[in-house]
């Protein structure tokens, strides 16, 4: 079941830049960053409430995000939703007919489980599920 919103995804070019602007001129709480070398990703964490939001900067050439930005430039990248389970999510979703781009979860930032469905499915809009 869908619980909350969890976090929203921004892919950036340069991300200690935009962690200056995040964190020195908006004034949100910094959390750190990750490295997930196996998704060719660098992430910087916003917390603001319990909403985070993920800077995402493409560390390799093949990354998603690398071929995000190189089509449609920086921007908002994806919205994350927390579920309790996000198999059982993604089972009942394909069920009813949603196109999915992980048919199980893979690992994402802070230890999560992540999945995505497919913006075809969801009017353009690339919506992830998580769980701790
Ligand atoms: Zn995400």
Redo the contacts with the bound molecule.
Sequence with gaps: MIKKN????IAVKDLDAQVVFYRDILGLEFHGYEELPDRGLKVGIFIVNDIRI?L?QSISSDSAIGQFIEKKGEGI????FYSDSVQAELDRLKAAGVKLIDETPKP??EG?K?A?LHPKSTFRVLL?L?QK
């Design positions: 969890d976090h929203i995804g993920e995402l990248h994806h919205i994350a994402g930032a999560m992540i995505f992830e998580c």
